[in-house]
């Protein structure tokens, strides 16, 4: 077993674990995170993807040993004071979602994807988004919701 | 005020955004994964990795002494007490259904089987402990292939004697419905035209996005189970029957559920061994599989043989068409396995008036994992065939694809039409759905384009596909259903509760698995009985406070279980109007309900529904000889089944030089009856698109020769991503259902019915010009590569095309440039 300390969604958190435990389980069965969810065993589906150190990762990816001393947001961790973060109202405004079993995953790799590219195209999202499977929307009204973040949020750009 | 403000605003046909959404994009859902109990192990499967083998031995000493391990299960162990797969839908009473055990002990029919189950403290520690059960087998043959199956040579199950599990027949002159079709292809041969085809539907993996979990605790009197599935009615009732366990005693729940699509309609082999094994030890149990163990053990989709015969006259009339099928079902007869090829026997014929049917169905069994609904079951497999042969008739005569559809088809003033099939379509229109779709498209413009691009040789062709389906859904009357022995009825339920306080809990016996239930039944609900949208909960997915139901599939949700909440409504009006008739001192005869009010005709008196729910609550005034109750339940059994209907178009760009294909434009207009939700229509439809679409480019589960599912990952099994789509053009035309009282149809399916033939035409329509009239799917690109190729080889040999050649005793037909080899052994 190996001592970690891990900042989720904001809370320091330490545990023991074993070195081969994946990040996903850490999050999942350790702290509780159950938002974030698994989808495959070969890191295709993206649907635990969360952000360590503010970019987007896969955590079946990750140990969880590597995410000792670093910081982790999960969708549990994404709106703050209550206030949906602007990607999940969004995904919710544009119907963007259906199960829900991709969302998690989808909207912080779309969060990720706004930060590296704030004006994409909608070739730029479509590849941006390409790490994460959704069986039910058909991604239309994902890349829509992504396109309308993009776009508020360069208006607001304009306008300051 | 303008008249348009005093309009009554209507939650049906709005654009809710969803009630669902919340806890979905904050990560607050309840996945059966996510359940954690005190106490509670983890199950960890042993699985064959081979398909056919007797099970020798089983040497579980080294597991049970691994860390954390609670017990090891073989099923031997487990053989009084795990239940047994059921089939409710022996498609003849001569049916060959090979018992299907949870957990056999002496011998597996596909890979993937289970053979052991681990029980240890935590899940890693059960995987771990698997790693260390030792079995022994003694691998049997395989019978992998479906033609091969036929010849009984090698037996899937040899105990059976046979791989053909059952045949079923429709013939329109035998049941009195049409002509005779063998007369019709017989005069064909002589002065008509004569087409026949051999098309293969491969074998697909439904792909829900959530693996498969089950939770059982067996703490006290009742059982409670959560698992991820579309059916917890039809789980309660089949663990009844099969495990000696009193219904009454078993509480099922699903919980939030991640995808379905038909995929989550079984009851599975996972579920009755957590249940066996949490029994036994007494102690809450859950197993969740790995995606790899989805792959090889939840039910695939589709993988027929369809060949068709189809005869014309020289002006492109058809006159009869004769459908051959052979369906493998894999190892075991699923649940409706052996009946989702049969639903085809209504669709072959589709939108048109033939005069003449015949459909016959060979079910075959095989070391492969089980085959069952896979969304739109039966029903795209039945569209794509006709619509790929209605454009090679085309081609034939040579005519556009539209005017050969349209020469064809049933027109709107015909309606309601009895087809050939003797299904009693009630409404429709087909030429409106396909001019509307035609301007959307710019389909003139496209074939411009198409023509400059062939006489100029650009090494990009452009090809226009265009598929006009409909469908059958609603599943279904129950006498129909009884009347072709499957297990069970067709009636929807719900219940609605008018609380005290003024909000209402309706309970629907559907279950959603990410259709938008909440929003939709709210809409419906507000309307009638005047509610605010959000006043209303929407309660579903747990036996205990859903009892009754017969759950989500066959696009049924809105078309029968949403008529059942408006009789519930009715109801519940019809029980309040003697309490405000009492409270208003009028008579029963004088009340109008408006808007959630009863006023007295002529004044200005008036109650609201909601006061009435109070008022009944305290009970302190009602009528004499009236319950103090307004609540309402009501079971729905649907007269027909409904009939969507649309007109798709396709443009994919062809590179001659690498066989790569690109969707250049899709349009559909389909007409699904009276819209609840356009925001949710539109989500079904763009999802039913892709996952169509993704048949006819993409995906498809291939086997090696030892029977082991090559794609059987996200790495091999190549679902589309965002990167390999694009945006659709959806839209409709309204011909309401005149069958249920909201004019619905159903859409859950349509989109995936629809766009496989499209595209497929698309392509081929690119290429036809050099040679081609059909490419194996998923229309890779080394597949339409090769069919170029091999069509230029044949071209320079034998320039002139030549008569329509007929079936050989068991070749296919196909252009030998189809490729039609290729994944031939699946
Ligand atoms: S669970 Fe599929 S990529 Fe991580
Ligand atoms: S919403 Fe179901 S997988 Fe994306």
């Known amino acids: 077993m190996t001592r970690i300390t891990v900042t989720v969604d904001g809370v320091s958190c330490t545990d023991e674990v074993e070195p081969r435990m994946l990040l996903v389980h850490y999050l999942r069965e350790v702290v509780g995170k159950v938002g974030t969810v698994v989808g495959c065993d070969t890191s295709n589906c993206g649907a635990c993807t969360v952000h360590l150190d503010g970019r987007s990762v896969k955590s079946c990816n990750v140990l969880a040993v590597q995410a000792d001393g670093h910081e982790v947001t999960t969708i549990e961790g994404l709106a703050t004071n209550g206030e949906l973060h602007p990607m999940q109202a969004a995904f919710h405004e544009n119907h963007a979602l259906q199960c829900g079993y991709c969302t998690p995953g989808m909207i912080m790799q779309a969060v990720d994807l706004l930060k590296e590219n704030p004006n994409p195209s909608e070739e730029e999202i479509r590849v941006g988004l390409e790490g994460n499977l959704c069986r039910c929307t058909g991604y239309h009204n994902i890349v829509k919701a992504v396109a309308a973040v993009a776009a508020s949020s360069s208006s607001e750009r304009s306008s300051v | ?826």
Not at chain 2, 453 to 478: H, I, K, N, W, Y
Not at chain 2, 549 to 554: I, K, N, R, V, W
Not at chain 2, 583 to 592: G, Q
Request: aromatic share 6%; with cysteine; proline share 5%.
């Open chain 2, 1 to 826: 005020m303008t008249a348009v403000d005093d309009r009554p605003t209507t939650e049906v046909g709005r654009d809710r955004r969803r009630k669902e959404d919340q806890r979905l994009i904050t990560g607050r859902t309840r996945w059966t994964d996510n359940i954690q109990l005190p106490g509670m192990l983890h199950l960890a499967m042993v699985r064959s990795p081979f398909a056919h083998a007797k099970i020798l031995s089983i040497g579980t000493d080294e597991a049970k002494a691994s860390t954390g391990v609670v017990a090891v299960y073989t099923g031997a162990d487990l053989a009084d007490s795990q239940g047994v797969n059921i089939n409710a839908w022996p498609i003849t009473p001569d049916q060959v259904t090979p018992t299907h055990l949870p957990v056999p002990a002496d011998r597996v029919a596909h890979s993937g089987e289970i053979v052991a189950v681990v029980v240890a403290r935590t899940a890693a520690q059960a995987r771990d402990a698997a790693e260390l059960v030792d079995v022994d087998y003694e691998e049997l043959p395989a019978v992998l292939d479906m033609k091969e199956a036929l010849k009984d040579e090698v037996l899937a199950h040899p105990d059976s004697g046979t791989n053909k599990s059952a045949f079923w027949k429709l013939d329109s002159k035998e049941q009195g419905s049409g002509g005779d079709v063998d007369e019709a292809i017989a005069k064909a041969r002589q002065d008509g035209i004569v087409i026949e085809r051999e098309y293969r539907q491969q074998r697909l993996v439904p792909a829900f996005m959530e693996p498969r979990s089950t939770v059982v605790d067996p703490t006290g009197e009742q059982i409670s189970i959560w698992s991820a599935t579309q059916v917890p009615h039809i789980l309660r009732f089949a663990i009844a029957a099969t495990m000696g366990i009193p219904e009454s005693k078993v509480r099922v729940i699903a919980p939030d559920v991640g995808g379905g699509f038909g995929g989550k309609l079984q009851t599975t082999p996972e579920e009755f061994a957590t249940i066996a094994v949490a029994r036994k030890l007494g102690k809450p149990c859950k197993y969740t599989e790995t995606r790899s163990e989805t792959m090889v053990s939840a039910h695939h989709g589709r993988d027929q043989w369809q060949k068709l015969t189809l005869s014309a006259e020289k002006d492109g009339t058809v006159t009869g068409l004769k459908v051959e099928l052979l369906a493998d079902l894999g190892a075991y007869v699923a649940i409706v396995g052996g009946g989702v090829p049969v639903l085809g026997a209504w669709m072959f014929n589709s939108i048109y008036k033939f005069p003449a049917y015949q459909f016959n169905c060979q079910t075959i069994l095989t070391n492969k994992t089980w085959v069952d609904a896979y969304r739109g079951a039966g029903r795209p497999e039945a569209t794509y065939a006709i619509e790929r042969i209605m454009d090679e008739l085309a081609a034939e005569v040579g005519v556009d694809p539209i005017a050969i559809r349209e020469k064809n088809w049933i027109t709107h003033d015909e309606f309601p039409f009895t087809t050939v099939a003797g299904m009693t379509y009630d409404s429709g229109n087909y030429e409106a759905a396909t001019e509307k779709a035609l301007e959307l498209f710019g389909y003139e413009e496209l074939r411009a384009e198409q023509k400059q691009r062939r006489e100029s040789g650009d090494p990009v062709q452009l090809g226009l596909g265009v598929s006009t389906f409909t469908e059958m859904c609603g599943l279904a009357p129950s006498r129909v259903l009884g009347s072709l022995s499957y297990g069970a009825g067709g009636w929807e339920s719900a219940s609605i509760r008018m609380l005290a306080t003024g909000t209402v809990e309706v309970v629907s016996g559907a279950t959603p698995h990410g259709q938008g239930h909440e929003t939709a039944w709210s809409q419906i609900v507000a309307d009638r009985l005047g509610i605010p949208f959000e006043n209303i909960e929407v309660l579903h997915g747990d036996t205990q406070t859903a009892p009754k139901g017969l759950d989500t599939y066959g696009s049924r949700s809105l078309v029968v279980g949403g008529e059942a909440i408006v009789r519930a409504a009715d109801k519940v009006i019809e029980k309040a109007k003697p309490i405000a008739a009492h409270l208003l001192e009028a008579s029963v005869d004088d009340l109008e309900f408006s808007a959630g009010q009863f006023t007295v005709k002529g004044t200005d008196k008036g109650i609201g529904l909601t006061d009435i729910a109070l008022a009944t609550f305290a009970a302190h005034n009602l009528p004499d000889g009236v319950e103090p109750s307004i609540d309402a339940d009501a079971t729905y059994d649907p007269v027909n089944f409904s009939f969507p209907h649309g007109t798709h178009l396709c443009a994919m760009e062809v590179d001659t030089e690498t066989g790569a294909t690109s969707m250049r434009k899709y349009v559909c207009v389909d007409d699904i009856g009276t819209i609840i939700n356009p925001l949710i229509v539109e989500g079904q439809v763009h999802g039913g698109l892709v996952q169509g679409i993704a048949q006819a480019l993409w995906e498809g589960a291939e086997y090696d020769e030892q029977g082991t599912l090559v794609s059987g990952s996200f790495v091999d099994y190549t679902l589309p991503t965002a990167a390999d789509t694009i945006n659709f053009v959806s839209e409709h035309t309204v011909s309401p259902s005149t069958t249920n009282t909201l004019g619905t149809k159903g859409v859950g399916e349509a989109g995936t019915i629809a766009s496989t033939p499209a595209v497929v035409n698309a392509i081929v329509d690119a290429v036809r010009h050099l040679g081609i009239d059909d490419i194996q799917m998923p229309c890779t690109p080394e597949r339409v590569w090769k069919a170029i190729q091999s069509a230029g080889s044949h071209q320079a040999a034998a320039p002139v095309a030549d008569a329509q050649p007929h079936f050989g005793d068991d070749a296919p037909n196909q252009d030998p440039a189809a490729g039609s080899t290729d994944g031939a052994a699946q």
